[in-house]
């Protein structure tokens, strides 16, 4: 790893906002901040991870207008208007590439990452960037006002004590100052799906190492027996995408890039794989 980032006034001014709200004891040992994302979804003609390639940085959705949320990172839009709630007002004036990047904690029981609502691969970020990393709880789109950092956080209790599912159970987690693949990273972690896939070739080009995990992965069947959790609709859809009878998020990527479905709906089918097809009952 090299020198951690040289913080700019915003972030800075940020940091100390929330470190003089939050309260609780610091981070336990081997707890960590992942980013998620789908790694072969098209951004303008080319993957994500394409994109984390060229450019060896993770960026803001306020950069790139891509979100596996909701879309609102512009001046006067939700997204804006929640981060100058959160970090009173510090980013107000920032330019679009010195906002914070979004990350949820992850735990170790936690396999497949912390919060795969957003997306089956993620970074896991290095021990070093806790330190300039803000949290809150629930997700800012609710507008909480129980906020931590890596010294004061007591966050995850009250998640735990929520048993919620996964995909509604993570801490947020702002990480300030940019995320460099080379200098943040610990691990790019990939869904196991994309093993001797396009993914994998260029996954092995970047400044990071690559680590696998279990994998998600949902029968038709299964999947049938869930209507109620994101709609008839997407389970409809999900079961026309399938490949062999199942999902996979490698199924969703290829059914994404055709550009013939809603990317709404293949959210909703992705949030049924990522709950029911998760590789364990601790992952999903």
Same mark, same amino acid.
């Given at each position: 790893?090299?020198?951690?980032?040289?913080?700019?006034?915003?972030?800075?001014?940020?940091?100390?906002?929330?470190?003089?709200?939050? !309260?609780?004891?610091?981070?336990?040992?081997?707890?960590?901040?992942?980013?998620?994302?789908?790694?072969?979804?098209?951004?303008?003609?080319?993957?994500?991870?394409?994109?984390?390639?060229?450019?060896?940085?993770?960026?803001?959705?306020?950069?790139?207008?891509?979100?596996?949320?909701?879309?609102?990172?512009?001046?006067?839009?939700?997204?804006?208007?929640?981060?100058?709630?959160?970090?009173?007002?510090?980013?107000?004036?920032?330019?679009?590439?010195?906002?914070?990047?979004?990350?949820?904690?992850?735990?170790?029981?936690?396999?497949?990452?912390?919060?795969?609502?957003?997306?089956?691969?993620?970074?896991?970020?290095?021990?070093?960037?806790?330190?300039?990393?803000?949290?809150?709880?629930?997700?800012?789109?609710?507008?909480?006002?129980?906020?931590?950092?890596?010294?004061?956080?007591?966050?995850?209790?009250?998640?735990?004590?929520?048993?919620?599912?996964?995909?509604?159970?993570?801490?947020?987690?702002h990480v300030h100052g940019g995320v460099r693949l080379d200098r943040d990273v610990a691990a790019?972690?990939?869904?196991?799906?994309?093993?001797?896939?396009?993914?994998?070739?260029?996954?092995?080009?970047?400044?990071?190492?690559?680590?696998?995990?279990?994998?998600?992965?949902?029968?038709? %069947?299964?999947?049938?027996?869930?209507?109620?959790?994101?709609?008839? %609709?997407?389970?409809?859809?999900? !079961?026309?995408?399938?490949?062999?009878?199942?999902?996979?998020?490698?199924?969703?990527?290829?059914?994404?890039?055709?550009?013939?479905?809603?990317?709404?709906?293949?959210?909703?089918?992705?949030?049924?794989?990522?709950?029911?097809?998760?590789?364990?009952?601790?992952?999903?």
């Amino acid at each position: 790893m090299t020198a951690g980032a040289a913080l700019d006034d915003f972030a800075r001014r940020a940091l100390r906002l929330v470190a003089a709200r939050a !309260a609780g004891p610091p981070l336990a040992a081997g707890v960590a901040v992942t980013v998620h994302f789908h790694p072969d979804r098209l951004v303008a003609g080319d993957t994500v991870l394409a994109g984390l390639a060229r450019s060896g940085r993770y960026l803001s959705q306020f950069v790139t207008g891509v979100s596996n949320g909701g879309l609102s990172a512009y001046r006067g839009g939700a997204r804006w208007g929640w981060e100058s709630r959160l970090f009173g007002g510090a980013y107000d004036a920032a330019p679009p590439d010195a906002r914070p990047v979004y990350g949820a904690v992850m735990t170790p029981a936690r396999v497949v990452g912390a919060a795969p609502r957003f997306g089956s691969s993620f970074l896991r970020l290095a021990p070093e960037t806790l330190e300039r990393t803000t949290f809150c709880y629930p997700d800012s789109v609710f507008e909480p006002d129980e906020v931590g950092t890596a010294r004061c956080m007591s966050l995850l209790a009250r998640a735990e004590a929520d048993d919620l599912e996964l995909l509604d159970s993570y801490v947020e987690a702002h990480v300030h100052g940019g995320v460099r693949l080379d200098r943040d990273v610990a691990a790019l972690v990939l869904d196991r799906c994309y093993r001797d896939t396009e993914v994998a070739r260029l996954a092995a080009t970047l400044p990071c190492p690559v680590e696998w995990h279990p994998g998600f992965r949902l029968g038709v %069947d299964e999947l049938r027996r869930h209507p109620d959790y994101r709609g008839a %609709d997407a389970v409809e859809l999900g !079961a026309e995408i399938a490949v062999d009878g199942a999902l996979d998020p490698a199924v969703l990527g290829a059914a994404a890039a055709t550009g013939r479905y809603d990317p709404q709906q293949l959210k909703r089918v992705w949030h049924l794989v990522a709950r029911f097809g998760a590789p364990d009952r601790t992952a999903g």
